[in-house]
C-alpha cells in the first residue's frame, strides 16, 4: 500500500502550507507543481541548472540512491520524497505569474488600413501574438477602427520542458511529447491570454474574425503540432517555412466561444533558427528600406543578426545560450519583482549602486537579471576589479570589504549586500562572456561578409525584451555590440509583435513579408571563415 506523507513548504513569500504526496512516486518538483507550487524548471528538469533549488530544513530526502539530511539545498528535479519533510522555496525558484513581458514596440513603416481578415457580422475583432520562448504576448485588435483594444501577456507554459529551444527540441522525441507542448502553449497559454484580452476589452471570444502569430520557427512548429526534431541536427531542415493558414481547432484553440473555423495566420520564417519574429522585425523596423546600412540584432537565448547592405539582407543566428536571461548563473533570475536590474560597482574606494524591479531593498533581492549582469561586467572591468580575461583581478578583489568577498572551493564571488545576499562569481562571468563572444563575433563575421565595419552602419535596431532594459553604452564597452556607439543604437521593443500586429491590420504585408524571406542570405556561422578566431578574440573584456 502507498504511504502517503507531508511536505511542509515554507515560501519566502506567501503563507505556510502543508501538502502530502505519495512517498517515491514523482519527483518534488512534480508534486509542488501539483500542489500550485511550481518550480522554475528552465533545463527541463534534466539536473543541469538551479532554477528549481529549495531548502531542506527538515528531514531528509532522497537523491538518487543517496540519502541527504537538513539542513541543505537540493534541485527538487532531482529529490524524491521517501519521509516527512519541511522546505522553504527561495522566490528565485519560483514560476513568477506576474512576469516583465515585452509589450512594447514601435512600427516604423506606413501602412493601411485593410485587415487580414474582413469584419462580417458580428465577428469584427482580431489577435496577433507574439510567441516567445520565455513569454507570450497577446494584442487584440479592432478590425473595423485597426485600434488596440487591449493586450495580456505571461510566461510560455512549454518553460517546464526547457528553457531554449534546444531542450524543447529535444524533448518533442515522441508524439505524445509534442501534444502535450502544443496543449502548453495553445491551451494553458494563448487561449487563457486571449480570454483575458477579451475580458479587459469588453469583447466575447466570439466576434473574432481571426489572428496573426509569429515566433521562432521552433515555437511555430510546435504551435502546429509538428515534429521540429530536424531543426536539432545539421543541417537543421525545418517542416515548414512559409505562413501558414490553420483553424483554430486544428490547434485546439476553439476555447471561450472562439469560433472552430476562426482562421489562425503564421508568418513565414527565413531559416530553421531564423524564424517568423525576425522576419516581423525586419519589416516592421523598415531597415529593409534604409537607403544606408542597418542592423537587427535580436539578444534572446538565440542571438539574431540581420545586416542590410545596399538592399541586400544577410543573416545569421548565433548560439548565445539563455545566460542573459539568467539561466546558467549562480544567481542569475529573468526579469521580475526583486531582481536587480541596473547595478555599478566602484572598486577603490568600494561602492555599489544597484536597483531592484518593483522598488524592492537591495537586501531583499531575489536574484539577477541580464541586463544587470552587463552592467557588473562593463564598470568592474572599467574600474579593474575584472581583467581582460574575465578574472577577479588579485589586488583589486584583496582591497573589497570582507563582507562582500565570497570564496568557495576556490571560486571568488562578488556579494552585492553582503552575507546571504546574491552575488557575482568568477564563473559567472566565464559563461557570460562565452555568451557575449557569440553576439560579437556574430556581428563582425556579417560586416566583414559584407566588406563594411561598424562605423558604416547607420542604424542598430536592438530588438527584443532583453534590449528594452539593456544600458546599450555598456553593452558596447564588453564588446556585446562591438565598435559601435550609442547614437548608432536604437531601441525598438518587440518587433515580432510589431510585425504580427502589421501583418493583421495591413493585409498587404504578409505578401510582403514572403517575399522578403526568401531575399536573405543565411551564413551558416560554423562554415564561416573566421568565425571562430572572431569568438575567441571575443572571450576577451576590452
Known sequence: MSRRISITVEPERGERATLHAVAGADMLSKVLAGHGFPLNTRCGQRGLCHGCEVVLQQGSLMLGSSQVAAPATVRACRARLHGPVTITIPARSRIEHKPQVGETFEIAVPCAHDPLFTASGTRDTAFAVDIGTTTVVV???????????????????????????????????????????????????????????????????????????????????????????????????????????????????????????????????????????????????????????????????????????????????????????????????????????????????????????????????????????????????????????????????????????LSDDGERAVSLAGPGSPCISEVDVAVLLQAKAAIGAGIETLLETAGIRAEHVSRVYLAGGFGMHLNVKNAIAIGLLPGFNPEQVRVVGNTSLAGALLALIDRTTLAEMEALREQVRVIELNLAEGFEDRYVEHLMLP
Open 139 to 405: 494584442l487584440l485588435v479592432d478590425l473595423t477602427s485597426g485600434e488596440v483594444l487591449s493586450r495580456a501577456g505571461g510566461f510560455n507554459e512549454q518553460i517546464r520542458f526547457g528553457d531554449n529551444v534546444l531542450t524543447r527540441i529535444d524533448a518533442a522525441r515522441t508524439p505524445e511529447a509534442i501534444a502535450a507542448m502544443q496543449d502548453a502553449v495553445v491551451r494553458e497559454t494563448i487561449a487563457p491570454l486571449l480570454i483575458r484580452a477579451c475580458e479587459r476589452a469588453g469583447r466575447d471570444p466570439s466576434r473574432i474574425a481571426g489572428g496573426t502569430i509569429a515566433g521562432n520557427t521552433t515555437m511555430l512548429h510546435l504551435l502546429a503540432g509538428e515534429d521540429p526534431t530536424s531543426l536539432g541536427i545539421a543541417p537543421f531542415t525545418a517542416r515548414f517555412l512559409t505562413g501558414r493558414t490553420l483553424a483554430a481547432a486544428d490547434i485546439r484553440l476553439a476555447t471561450g466561444g472562439l469560433a472552430p473555423d476562426t482562421p489562425v495566420q503564421l508568418l513565414p520564417s527565413i531559416a530553421g533558427y531564423i524564424g517568423a519574429d525576425i522576419t516581423a522585425g525586419v519589416y516592421a523596423t523598415g531597415m529593409v528600406f534604409d537607403p544606408k546600412p542597418s542592423l537587427l540584432v535580436d539578444i534572446g537565448t538565440n542571438g539574431e543578426i540581420v545586416l542590410q547592405h545596399g538592399g541586400a539582407l544577410t543573416a545569421c543566428a548565433t548560439a548565445a545560450g539563455p545566460a542573459f536571461e539568467g539561466c546558467g548563473l549562480r544567481c542569475g533570475t529573468r526579469a521580475r519583482d526583486g531582481a536587480v536590474s541596473d547595478l555599478a560597482i566602484t572598486p577603490d574606494p568600494f561602492e555599489i549602486r544597484m536597483h531592484n524591479i518593483g522598488g524592492i531593498p537591495p537586501e531583499r533581492a531575489t536574484g539577477i537579471c541580464g541586463s544587470a549582469y552587463i552592467d557588473f561586467l562593463a564598470s568592474a572591468r572599467g574600474g579593474g576589479l575584472l581583467g581582460h580575461t574575465g578574472r577577479f583581478d588579485a589586488g583589486a578583489w584583496a582591497r573589497l570589504p570582507e563582507t562582500h568577498r
